[in-house]
């Protein structure tokens, strides 16, 4: 039987999502790679955090998103799941704005940070 949990996200650009964990400081290995869990069990995923204690975490594609694999058991970040999910999330729609909005010619005009942990975005396009 696994120990894997696998937790839905709305995170389907892998990209975006490399950048946003890069912009948050994680260091990830790029994939396909093996995820290590409890008794030697593996299962594989496009993006995989080591961990100190020798279990890994990973974002693995299920066919319509990235979801978090993990053996919970054993997590060891500095927040809890739903926290790290919801930092990781949040800078994923950032950088999905900002590249997508940048395509369309907008750039960043202002950016604030609020006390709450919410991004204001402004964003403008010249136009001849």
């Known amino acids: 039987m696994s120990h894997f949990s696998q937790i839905k996200t709305q995170i389907r650009n892998l990209d975006f999502l ?3 964990l890069t ?3 994680i260091d990830w290995k790029s994939g396909p790679r093996k995820v ?3 008794r030697g069990q593996t299962c594989t995923a496009e993006v995989v955090i080591e ?3 020798g279990y890994d975490l990973g974002f693995s594609w299920n066919g319509k998103e990235y979801e978090l694999v993990a053996d919970l058991q054993y997590w060891q970040q500095n927040l ?3 926290g790290f999910l919801k930092r990781v999330t ?3 729609a950032y950088n999905t704005v900002v590249q997508e909005t940048a395509k369309q ?3 960043v005009a202002e950016q604030e940070q609020n006390q709450d942990g919410s991004i204001r975005l402004l964003v403008q396009r010249w136009s001849a």
């Open 105 to 107: 010619g907008f750039q």
């Open 51 to 53: 961990q100190d204690n």
């Open 80 to 82: 809890s799941v739903e």
């Open 23 to 25: 912009d948050l400081g």
């Open 36 to 38: 290590r869990g409890y």
């Open 90 to 92: 949040q800078r994923y």
């Open 18 to 20: 490399k950048t946003a």
